[in-house]
């Protein structure tokens, strides 16, 4: 079975510090790995992904994700973060199996805030 | 370019009364799907679609129906809705080759 874990319910960092925002998946196959965004009262807005390739992802608004195969881990990275960072963020692994190819399994969501 | 479009923005039902949510999508996308999010929960998958004519169940399917009689509509529909149905609903959308989901700005749905 598909499934995403996101070990934290809250990250807290300050401007202009280093943020990271944790995720672990289980897949069968090879996985297909997202990122998303969500501002307040809002849809998900797509940050990046990982299909194959090299394992550091890069994405919008200077966002990073590292795949690790090993320890089946894609987490979130941004060298220096901005107070405009602070929404919720969704990881999704992608099923490439037969009829339900192209449906994502989602966490739970990381609320980041970004104090000045 | 408007992207995926949803209708309403929001409503209140009475429960037992019925609605249909509408999604629009203008890229000519494959598959669709429709979410509900839910304080804590992250996003639930209710029902998708992988093209014209065709629908599958999700997560959580039960008191929903769907229908995709046009490649660029999904429509989601609550035959009797409940209080437990209350909650901001999603539709998304994406092509078969690249994976990625665009989703909707949502509905906010509340069931008294």
């Known amino acids: 079975a598909q499934s995403v874990a996101q070990p934290e319910d809250q990250v807290n960092v300050a401007e202009g510090n280093p943020l990271t925002v944790k995720c672990t998946y289980s897949?069968?196959?090879?996985?297909?790995l997202f990122w998303y965004v969500q501002y307040p009262n809002r849809g998900l807005q797509f940050l990046l992904k990982y299909i194959t390739g090299d394992n550091l992802v890069k994405g919008s608004y200077g966002f990073e994700a590292e795949f690790n195969k090993s320890q089946t881990s894609f987490h979130l990275k941004k060298p220096s973060a901005l107070v405009s960072d602070s929404a919720l963020y969704f990881c999704?692994?992608?099923?490439?199996?037969?009829?339900?190819?192209?449906?994502?399994?989602f966490g739970r969501g990381t609320q980041l805030t970004v104090w000045p | 370019n408007a992207g995926v479009t949803q209708t309403p923005k929001f409503r209140v039902l009475k429960t037992g009364q019925s609605m249909t949510l509408l999604c629009a999508q203008d890229m000519n996308h494959e598959y669709m799907y429709w979410y509900r999010q839910d304080p804590g929960m992250g996003l639930r998958l209710i029902h998708y679609s992988v093209g014209e004519g065709t629908t599958a169940k999700g997560e959580v399917p039960d008191g929903y129906n769907v229908s995709r009689l046009k490649k660029q509509n999904f429509l989601l529909g609550l035959e009797s809705a409940a209080p437990s149905q209350t909650s901001v609903y999603f539709c998304?959308?994406?092509?078969?080759?690249?994976?990625?989901?665009?989703f909707g700005p949502g509905t906010r749905l509340t069931v008294t």
């Open positions: 897949v069968s196959g090879n996985p297909y």
């Open positions: 999704a692994v992608r099923d490439g199996r037969g009829s339900t190819l192209g449906r994502l399994y």
């Open positions: 998304a959308s994406s092509s078969q080759t690249t994976g990625e989901q665009y």
